[in-house]
């Protein structure tokens, strides 16, 4: 069926065969579209072949990626596998455009020759990674944007004069680091770099704001008394860890935003990717609330009062004062059971 | 004068590059909020329709 099909329409008729399964696992139709087309479509006399000067196998992971693309669209799974599809797809592409580069040759010469230009292809991909990735998250993301769509009108438009393909390769090499950072929320320029340390002691020495590029920051709040009724606090991470102790008669509310990492703030916790939430507890009149609005690209923020305590990646720490033993002495402690007290401030009585 | 053959797969990979570049400059303009759930699925679609008009397509001659 597949193969008559193919043929009439003069392409691969792989294409069919995954289309039959793709729509037979979607609800049963790719059933009876097989069984009508079967009656229907004369046979093939060469089943299963593609026409020539095809590439069979560029077909198959092509209609193989689209089809992981609509199932993570669709929420149906396949979440996990993204990452590397997507690498595994770069990969296939950058083949294929090389292979057909190079006319399908296979002496020893032109494939030396393919394998040279490839290692140069990778080294210069991965420096366009990171060079892209950092203009992007230092703001140039929007002109970065404009160049992709520059390069697929051009790439579209030359299509009628013979075609451009290998500007596929720049395209994606500038999209994907782009899309990561984009999606990540990362945003580093005018944040600084480097580790920060804050304890402030009063309500006047607390910020209404923090802010830090790449690094690490980690506030102590225990000293300062906030008065009752909202304190607003926002804390700005690009790429690394927030932690942040409270005192234990602060009642915290929160909207958190992770693109990719973790987020803790007190009894509630989540990881991976995405991490999105907001939570407003209810509470008594005259509560001290600290109302914090936490933004992280890569990395974690982590608030904590000695009811709870910092989940933690590295347990064997040496401690060079209290501020540093602050942030570690509690080591998993943390209680995500729905009886945890650590956010209890907010119906305990002022 | 030589004429130029059609190639329908720059055609199709230069049309869906577009489109991702413009879901990018969307986000980094503030008119929407790109995340991973829709990222990955945008990407997937960019490289399988690359790949499947490249194999779909003959040699370019």
Redesign the interface.
């Known amino acids: 069926v597949a193969g008559g099909l193919g043929r009439y329409f003069d392409i691969d008729p792989i294409i069919f065969r995954i289309g039959f399964v793709v729509l037979t696992l979607a609800g049963g139709a790719g059933v009876l579209a097989y069984l009508a087309s079967w009656v229907l479509v004369p046979a093939d006399p060469e089943p299963g072949q593609p026409p020539a000067d095809r590439s069979r196998a560029a077909t198959i992971v092509g209609a193989a990626i689209l089809v992981v693309a609509a199932c993570v669209l669709l929420g149906r799974g396949f979440f996990f596998f993204a990452p590397p599809l997507i690498g595994l797809g770069l990969i296939a592409v950058v083949g294929v455009l090389l292979w057909r580069a190079a006319g399908g040759n296979e002496n020893a010469a032109s494939t030396a020759a393919k394998l040279g230009l490839a290692l140069l292809l990778l080294v210069v991909a991965v420096a366009g990674f990171v060079a892209v990735g950092l203009g992007a998250a230092i703001g140039g993301g929007a002109a970065i944007a404009g160049v992709v769509i520059a390069l697929g009108v051009a790439l579209a438009v030359s299509a009628f004069l013979g075609g451009r393909r290998w500007l596929v390769l720049p395209a994606l090499i500038i999209a994907v680091p782009l899309g990561f950072v984009a999606a990540a929320g990362i945003d580093v320029k005018g944040g600084g770099v480097g580790d920060r340390d804050y304890q402030p002691t009063t309500v006047a020495d607390l910020q209404r704001g923090y802010k830090l590029g790449i690094g690490q920051m980690r506030l102590d709040l225990t000293h300062v008394d906030l008065p009752p009724g909202r304190t607003p606090l926002r804390l700005d991470m690009g790429i690394g860890s927030v932690r942040m102790v409270v005192p234990d008669d602060v009642c915290v509310a929160s909207k958190v935003k992770v693109g990719a990492g973790y987020a803790r703030m007190l009894d509630r916790d989540s990881g991976g990717l995405d991490v999105d939430w907001r939570q407003s507890p209810e509470q008594k009149a005259g509560v001290k609330r600290l109302v914090i609005d936490g933004d992280v690209g890569i990395g974690e923020i982590q608030v904590v009062n000695s009811r709870s305590g910092f989940t933690t990646w590295d347990n064997h720490r040496q401690f060079d004062n209290q501020f540093d033993r602050r942030f570690d002495t509690r080591v998993g402690s943390i209680d995500l059971s729905p009886g945890s007290d650590a956010n209890a401030a907010c119906t305990e009585a002022a | 004068v030589k004429r130029?053959?059609?190639?329908?797969?720059?055609?199709v990979?230069?049309?869906?590059?577009?489109?991702?570049?413009?879901l990018?400059?969307l986000?980094?303009?503030g008119a929407i909020?790109?995340?991973?759930?829709?990222?990955?699925?945008?990407?997937?679609?960019?490289?399988?329709?690359?790949?499947?008009?490249?194999?779909?397509?003959?040699?370019?001659r």
């Open positions: 130029e053959r059609f190639d329908p797969a720059s055609l990979a230069g049309l869906v590059i577009c489109g991702l570049g413009t990018l400059l986000d980094q303009t909020d790109l995340s991973f759930g829709y990222l990955w699925p945008a990407l997937l679609g960019t490289i399988g329709a690359i790949l499947l008009a490249v194999g779909m397509t003959g040699k370019r």
